[in-house]
């Protein structure tokens, strides 16, 4: 299967967005009337004019519960990048001492093979 090239990667991504975001706006709309709902006395305006004041106020929460999403998905990036580092320069050196480490012992072991002859 083919890889998808970056320009469709993020055309898929944008779409993914659109459609999520539409269905945000669609769920606060849905919200709004379940609200005047509970509100027979409103006018038809009076209803109209609340359930535009809701799903505003609805769609500027959600719109700061993203950002605050995504800059704490940029810290947490660049929290695990910091560890992955670290933890690969561990590995990378746990490596090269057991190499090394071998290397010596089998050095010893030659040498103390030709020392007995």
């Known amino acids: 299967m083919e890889q998808p090239t970056p320009d469709s990667a993020r055309g898929l991504v944008q779409l993914e967005g659109y459609l999520l975001w539409n269905a945000e706006v669609a769920e606060a709309?849905?919200?709004a009337r379940c609200f005047t709902?509970?509100?027979?006395?409103?006018t038809s305006a009076q209803r109209?004019?609340?359930e535009r004041a809701y799903t505003a106020e609805r769609l500027d929460d959600s719109k700061e519960m993203l950002r605050r999403v995504a800059a704490r998905s940029v810290s947490l990036r660049a929290e695990y990048t910091a560890r992955y580092e670290r933890l690969r320069r561990r590995c990378v050196a746990t490596a090269v001492l057991g190499t090394a480490v071998a290397v010596a012992s089998l050095l010893c072991g030659v040498l103390a093979v030709f020392a007995g002859d």
């Open 29 to 31: 709309k849905r919200r």
């Open 37 to 42: 709902e509970h509100l027979p006395w409103l």
């Open 48 to 50: 109209e004019d609340i």
